[in-house]
Every structure is written in C-alpha cells, then in structure tokens.
C-alpha cells in the first residue's frame, strides 16, 4: 500500500475554497480502486474523510509556505516511513502507480512539458 498524500488548506474568506472538494473525492476514490491510502494535508480537519486528515495547525496563508510547512510535517511524521508519492489535490491515480516502487529511491521528480 502507498500513501498518496495531497494538500487542501481551505481559506474560507476565498470564494473558491470548496472548489476542491469534489477533485479531493475523485483522488480518494482513485486510491480506494487501487488499494492505496490517502491522506489530505490540512489545517481543517474537517477537509478529512474517514481518517485520512493529517492535521497541521497553524498553517500560513500564504499557499506556497503552508504546502511546504505542511508537507515537511509530513515528512517528518511516523507516515512517511511508508512509500509514498506527493500530489495536488486536482489528481487522480489514472493507474496503479505501485511499479514506480519496485526499484530502491529515496527522491523521483516528474516532468512534462512546460
């Protein structure tokens, strides 16, 4: 099983802060069809569904500084310790992505076109 983390800070002054809601829903679903957990980096535990919050107070408003801050804590936490791979919270696992860990890394980017 892999941990497919994404981030959702919700700001509820911004007009769109549950536009997102629905993509955190596909992604959860995608892991569920593969077997993978996900876990929602959050300062609003209630963006959590069934457990799969990981609670960051005091995150900045600023989105750049709080997805760093948050995915250090995560980084750091007992969580990390098992495979896992980074995301946004507009993705879906379109694929089971376990092949990716069948060789040893500790670091893997991906790039597209820009």
């Given at each position: 099983m892999?941990?497919?983390?994404?981030?959702?800070?919700?700001?509820?002054?911004?007009?769109?802060?549950?536009?997102y809601?629905?993509?955190?829903?596909?992604?959860?679903?995608?892991?569920?069809?593969?077997?993978?957990?996900?876990?929602?980096?959050?300062?609003?535990e209630?963006?959590?569904?069934?457990?799969?919050?990981?609670?960051?107070?005091?995150?900045?408003?600023?989105l750049?500084?709080?997805?760093?801050r948050?995915?250090?804590?995560?980084?750091?936490?007992?969580?990390?310790?098992?495979?896992?791979?980074?995301?946004?919270?507009?993705?879906?696992?379109?694929r089971?992505?376990?092949?990716?860990?069948?060789?040893?890394f500790?670091?893997?980017?991906?790039?597209?076109?820009?």
């Amino acid at each position: 099983m892999i941990n497919v983390v994404s981030f959702l800070a919700p700001r509820h002054d911004h007009p769109f802060y549950r536009d997102y809601s629905p993509f955190l829903n596909i992604l959860r679903a995608s892991c569920k069809k593969f077997g993978h957990r996900h876990i929602v980096i959050t300062d609003d535990e209630a963006v959590g569904v069934e457990g799969d919050a990981f609670v960051v107070d005091g995150l900045p408003d600023n989105l750049m500084k709080a997805i760093i801050r948050g995915q250090i804590a995560y980084l750091l936490s007992p969580l990390a310790k098992d495979d896992t791979i980074l995301v946004g919270a507009d993705c879906v696992l379109a694929r089971d992505p376990t092949e990716v860990f069948d060789r040893p890394f500790d670091i893997a980017f991906t790039t597209g076109p820009f």
